[in-house]
């Protein structure tokens, strides 16, 4: 029996609250309702008054958890789109971020981010906010990639005395799937190699994951192999892994599902850059989102966000260099 991305979010959630009386979740509709996603579903049927429902206010929503944890509870707040955070953008960075820095006592939040796009969703429930949330010191930002990863990584989070933004890819809910939940897993921080190769390094995160391993199935047909770094966390990031996997490749293509200026594959070319510059054969590159809002039409959103066609269209033009 197969379980989803989804699932494993939930029984991720299912464990901590079983095993942790300190942990509770909060959010919008995600009470008898179940959330917008079915994250919580039948939660608060066996965890009453620890699954809760929210004011449609994320600024007070997240101001609440901070309050809890400070009195030693660990609070998992579910927000209904990623976009949505920006309302709570002072509570996340302002407060929960520096608590520890400021108090000494720890803030062990972990806000739920629904993340990225899906066909038909538009500009206002689409987007990536990972590499907003990483600018700041004091949080940790995790983008699970696979089944395995939503499930380890988010109890991970929960464990953590940081606060932790955790951003689960919508579209991977219900189309990733794995045989079984893991028994074992990468520390948060770690890099892993998707896929081993020896021309060029695609270093990517979340559902870019999956679009760079079916570029590279692609590139494969022409005799180029290409090695696939997932991320994971992108806040820290695993530089090591990265500049090995450079090592081994001497091209660099950074990829990522938001937007260009500022990002996630930015930061990976300035380390690269700085720190292994010898080992590059050729300019590294990266390959972002339109810097656009994120169409409604499903035909705009395809050719709007990086995919397997325009990632090996990109390793293309890096390994002619």
């Known amino acids: ?14 464990k901590a609250l079983e095993e942790n009386p300190a942990v509770f979740i909060y959010g919008q509709d995600i009470g008898p309702f179940g959330g917008a996603f079915k994250a919580t579903k039948n939660l608060h049927a066996a965890y009453p008054d620890r699954v809760l429902d ?20 660990r ?11 920006s309302i709570g953008f002072n509570q996340i960075v302002n407060q929960a971020a520096t608590l520890f820095w400021r108090t000494n006592v720890p803030c062990p939040i972990t806000i739920r981010l629904p993340s990225g796009g899906t066909p038909g969703s538009g500009p206002f429930h689409s987007q990536s906010m990972e590499s907003i949330y990483s600018h700041y010191p004091g949080l940790v930002v995790l983008t699970p990639a696979t089944v395995e990863d939503a499930y380890s990584m988010l109890l991970d989070a929960i464990a953590l005395d940081d606060p932790v933004v955790f951003c689960e890819h919508k579209f991977l809910y219900y189309h990733l799937k794995a045989e079984a939940l893991p028994q074992q897993n990468l520390p948060v921080g770690k890099a892993r190699i998707a896929r081993s190769g020896k021309h060029a390094t695609v270093v990517t995160y979340s559902a870019m994951v999956h679009e760079a391993l079916r570029a590279a199935d692609e590139l494969r047909r022409e005799n180029l192999e290409i090695e696939v770094v997932d ?10 892994t990265v500049l090995g996997s450079v090592a081994r490749t001497g091209r ?29 054969d050729g300019p590294p590159q ?16 395809a050719v709007h966000r990086p995919n397997a066609q325009s990632i090996a269209n990109a390793v293309r033009r890096l390994i002619r260099f």
């Open 54 to 73: 929210a004011p449609i206010s994320e600024d007070a929503m997240i101001g609440a958890a901070v309050g809890a944890a400070i009195e030693g509870m």
């Open 75 to 85: 609070p998992i707040v579910e927000m209904q789109f990623a976009d949505f955070s």
């Open 231 to 240: 991320l994971r966390s992108v806040k820290p990031i695993d530089t090591d």
């Open 252 to 280: 660099l293509l950074a990829v990522g599902e938001s937007f260009p200026w500022g990002g996630v594959t930015a930061e990976i070319i300035s380390r690269v850059t700085c720190e292994g510059f010898h080992l590059l």
């Open 286 to 301: 990266r390959l972002n989102a339109r810097d656009t809002p994120i169409p409604y039409h499903p035909d705009l959103w």
């Open 1 to 14: 029996m197969s379980i989803t991305y989804l699932e494993a979010i939930r029984a991720a959630q299912t």
